[in-house]
């Protein structure tokens, strides 16, 4: 009987287990996580800060789902160590797993810039629910929220709690809002439409101090303006989760490196999900690490399932506006593009040398998203990208 053992107890992690049950009935398969929840989504986290959605109705996974299918799930352990040659993983309650196949689903942690002040009470990241507990818990009572950060969580997160009577600030480095999502000129639109809607944004531009005694009272921009806060929020980006594959002695880079097998330098472990780098790219996005542990699961039990990468497309919704982009964005316009424009609805159709579509941004209307997602899935040869957010 073989021993899986899965670190992770994301949408990686938990469709890599359900896999390799599928392709092994008899295996063992012990899921450890630092959550004390079983697989929920992180991406309703948002409607969650809203007042949208109980806690309860983030999860995906019943714990009954995981006894249904012979899978131990072990919540509220830290894996921290591990010992290739006698293939154990320890944690740091004292455990001690052993495994003949491993697959390291760690995913990632957000990152804090150096920013002075950043510890002050009353400044938080978002990426899990003890995340999203402790923000609810400081924003029922209103007040000024500075977001740092304009991509896609902070505006969703500020759009939330913008809803719960929170006065919103955003701080943004880089030049535009969704400098994933958006080229220059959508981005510009959307900031009016949301300026609209009552945020306010400082961009091109980054904090310098986070102020406050005991609890926070404001940021100060690198400038020398000061903005008042009750809570601030950084939505700075994620770093992946390498600690244990680095104590495992694994090839890192920007993520584990893995083959299309999602096999790590090491054939016995696995990697997928937020934590895993195939092929130079660290995605980051729910359809890859679905896609991933799809495939890792399978390989994991003697299969042969190739990963081959997975086309960036994003839909979301940020103040009720729809926004929709998929591949090939070309912000540096350095392709053909026909775009449309109105006061409320931004379109570009991006085409390469060959004149194939090969990418799009639908801001304000994105009924056409279906067919354009087709169309550009078709022409690269794949199957249709699939949006991250549904």
């Given at each position: 009987m073989t021993n899986y053992l899965v670190i992770g107890n994301g949408v990686a992690g938990t469709t890599a287990a359900e896999y390799i049950r599928k392709n092994d009935p008899a295996g063992k398969i012990t899921i450890l996580s630092e959550e004390d929840l079983p697989f929920y989504s992180r991406i309703r986290l948002i409607d969650y800060l809203g007042g949208d959605v109980e806690e309860e109705r983030l999860i995906i996974r019943s714990r009954d789902w995981y006894g249904e299918r012979g899978i131990e799930l072990i919540t509220g352990v830290r894996a921290i160590d591990g010992d290739p040659a006698r293939r154990t993983v320890l944690t740091g309650d004292g455990g001690e797993f052993g495994y003949d196949r491993l697959l390291l689903a760690t995913g990632g942690h957000s990152f804090v810039p150096p920013i002075t002040g950043a510890g002050t009470r009353g400044t938080f990241t978002l990426r899990n629910i003890r995340d999203a507990r402790e923000i609810v818990s400081c924003c029922l009572r209103g007040g000024d929220l500075v977001m740092i950060g304009g991509g896609l969580l902070g505006l969703e997160a500020g759009n939330a709690l913008r809803r719960r009577g929170m006065n919103v600030t955003v701080v943004e480095f880089l030049p535009r809002l969704l400098p994933r999502q958006l080229d220059a000129r959508g981005a510009a639109k959307l900031t009016r439409i949301m300026e609209d809607m009552g945020f306010a944004f400082h961009i091109g531009t980054s904090v310098r101090e986070i102020r406050g005694e005991e609890n926070v009272e404001g940021?100060?921009?690198?400038?020398?303006?000061?903005?008042?806060?009750?809570?601030?929020?950084?939505?700075?980006?994620?770093?992946?989760?390498?600690?244990?594959?680095?104590?495992?002695?694994?090839?890192?880079?920007?993520g584990i490196v893995v083959d299309s097998l999602l096999r790590s330098s090491r054939p016995e472990i696995f990697a997928a999900g937020d934590a895993a780098e195939h092929n130079g790219v660290v995605y980051g996005i729910w359809p890859a690490a679905m896609e991933q542990g799809r495939a890792a699961g399978t390989n994991m039990t003697g299969g042969r399932l190739e990963y081959r990468g997975t086309t960036v497309a994003n839909r979301l919704k940020v103040a009720g506006i729809d926004l929709a982009s998929v591949g090939e964005i070309d912000p540096e316009n350095r392709y053909r593009a026909e775009i449309e424009e109105t006061d409320t609805v931004y379109k570009k159709r991006v085409y390469d040398d060959d004149g194939r579509l090969v990418g799009c941004i639908l801001l304000g209307d994105i009924s056409d998203y279906g067919a354009v997602a087709r169309e550009i899935g078709e022409k690269g040869g794949g199957e249709p990208p699939r949006p991250c957010r549904e």
């Open positions: 940021v100060v921009l690198q400038s020398g303006e000061q903005i008042p806060a009750d809570v601030v929020i950084m939505a700075a980006g994620i770093r992946p989760n390498l600690e244990l594959a680095r104590r495992l002695g694994l090839q890192c880079e920007q």
